[in-house]
């Protein structure tokens, strides 16, 4: 294929001279720029004060939580031996009384049993006492 001949009917502009054109360098303004660091924003006195009412609260409650938890670790093993006495006074004493009736009946019969025993043989050593005593 051949190129295309330039065309006689394609209009021709004139040059516009507002118009740059790529050989020609542009002037800019000149850029200062402040690249110092901003001032930290003023507080006011109240705010000031508040900050330091705030710290101090903070640093009171947490000495304060500090102290309390050193004496609970120190008092709660005996809290709980004391709570667990009181709740457990009451079952102890009811186990303690069924036992003491049981060992009670139990003494009882072997008492009975032994007295027994002893009568018998000793009623068997009686003089004319037979097989039969027994």
Do not use: C
């Not at 295309?4 to 004139?14: I, N, Q």
């Not at 542009?26 to 001032?39: F, G, M, Q, Y």
């Not at 009384?97 to 008492?111: H, I, K, N, Y």
């Amino acid at each position: 294929m051949s190129p295309l001949p330039p065309s006689s009917t394609a209009p021709v502009f004139p040059d516009d001279a507002a118009i740059p054109v790529l050989t020609e360098r542009l002037a800019l303004p000149a850029v200062e720029l402040d690249i110092t660091p901003p001032h930290p924003p003023a507080v006011p006195a109240d705010a000031a004060r508040q900050l330091e009412t705030a710290q101090l609260e903070a640093a009171v409650r947490s000495a304060a939580l500090a102290e309390l938890h050193a004496e609970l670790r120190a008092e709660l093993p005996r809290l709980v031996e004391a709570a667990l006495r009181d709740e457990l006074a009451g079952t102890v004493d009811d186990a303690v009384r069924d036992m003491l009736a049981l060992l009670q009946v139990t003494l009882e019969g072997r008492v009975r049993q032994i007295v027994k025993r002893s009568v018998e043989d000793a009623l068997a050593r009686l003089p004319g006492a037979g097989p039969a005593a027994r």
